[in-house]
């Protein structure tokens, strides 16, 4: 078993930034990948970002390209997603997860969750 426990959320003005980090515990050695998703009110859970523990390969969702950065700390087991740039748009509750073996943009493709942290942003 592995347990996420992400920080970071807040309610932010439009164009500020947020960092939000994810702490994993538990079996970690076998992480493959960890990635970050979101779910907006009355909307499905969309991937934001992925990261390959091992190499440090990023992926991120059109929607935050060159706005977010995904990056880890493997002493810390941590992961961080720095948004930038935020918009209205990006208000959501933000998962962390961890898998990602087959796949990395799917919610299936994590079978590790931690409980979210809100982000909020105001126009």
């Known amino acids: 078993q592995v347990q996420l426990v992400e920080s970071g959320g807040g309610l932010v003005q439009a164009g500020g930034s947020l960092r939000l980090s994810c702490a994993a515990s538990?079996?970690?050695?076998?992480?493959?990948?960890m990635g970050w998703f979101r779910q907006a009110p009355g909307k499905e859970r969309e991937f934001v970002s992925a990261?390959?523990?091992?190499?440090?390969?990023?992926y991120y969702a059109d929607s935050v390209k060159g706005r977010f950065t995904i990056s880890r700390d493997k002493a810390k087991n941590t992961v961080y997603l720095q948004m930038n740039s935020l918009k209205p748009e990006d208000t959501a509750l933000y998962y962390c997860?961890?898998?990602?073996?087959?796949?990395?943009?799917?919610?299936?493709?994590?079978?590790?969750w931690g409980q979210g942290t809100q982000v909020t942003v105001s126009a």
């Open positions: 997860a961890s898998g990602g073996r087959i796949g990395i943009y799917r919610t299936t493709d994590y079978p590790y």
């Open positions: 538990g079996r970690t050695f076998n992480t493959y990948a």
């Open positions: 990261i390959i523990w091992s190499v440090g390969s990023t």
